[in-house]
């Protein structure tokens, strides 16, 4: 069994078998460490990265990372992760909230965009807005944010806003 003590030939153990591609003894390791630890966060995301390798272990994965969760809750990677898995299910509620965490504690801009469509998809287009108007001035991100924000305007009947923003998106890199 791990103790804390433990974790610092740990960390050495798993990277030789990440070395070798023995996933299931860094899987293993990781979980005795972890549960020696658990604020060590670093062996919550190795699980976390070996269960997201597998698809057919996803239930798996939304077990470890709502545990993480309980344990670290505003922790960013497992956010992250079920933000997306959340979105892929359908489960928009969830990876709304999810993206939230990780745009406003974490200032991840990729959740902001996200956090924005997941508020429009959910019909609040007042909270698409405000989020989608944080990303209109920065370039990589400013043709999803009008795309959004035009959506958004459209829902809430302001057309020539719409148009204006909607063409904005479409003529940029979307």
């Known amino acids: 069994m791990a103790r804390p003590g433990h974790l610092p030939i740990g960390k050495v153990a798993i990277e030789l078998y990440k070395q070798q591609g023995d996933m299931a003894k860094v ?3 990781a979980r005795q460490l972890v549960q020696a630890d658990q604020h060590w966060s670093e062996g919550f995301e190795v699980v ?3 269960l997201a390798a597998d698809a ?3 239930t798996e994965l939304k077990h470890w990372l709502n545990d993480w969760i309980r344990l670290q809750p505003t922790a960013y990677q497992p956010n992250k992760f079920l933000a997306a898995i959340y979105e892929r299910s359908g489960e928009l509620k969830l ?3 999810a993206y939230r965490k990780c745009w406003t504690l974490h200032k991840d801009k990729d959740s902001g965009l996200g956090y924005a469509r997941l508020s ?3 019909g609040d287009a007042n909270n698409a807005m405000k989020a989608a108007q944080t990303f209109l001035e920065d370039p990589a991100m400013a043709d999803e944010a009008s795309a959004i924000m035009g ?3 459209l829902a809430l009947g302001q057309l020539d806003e719409a148009e ?3 063409k904005t998106a479409v003529g940029g890199t979307l």
Do not use: D, G, T, W
Request: glycine share 0%.
């Open 164 to 166: 204006a923003l909607l």
């Open 120 to 122: 429009l998809k959910r």
């Open 95 to 97: 990876a709304q909230e």
């Open 48 to 50: 976390a990265s070996a």
């Open 56 to 58: 057919s272990r996803e």
């Open 27 to 29: 899987e293993a390791l």
């Open 151 to 153: 959506s958004a305007k």
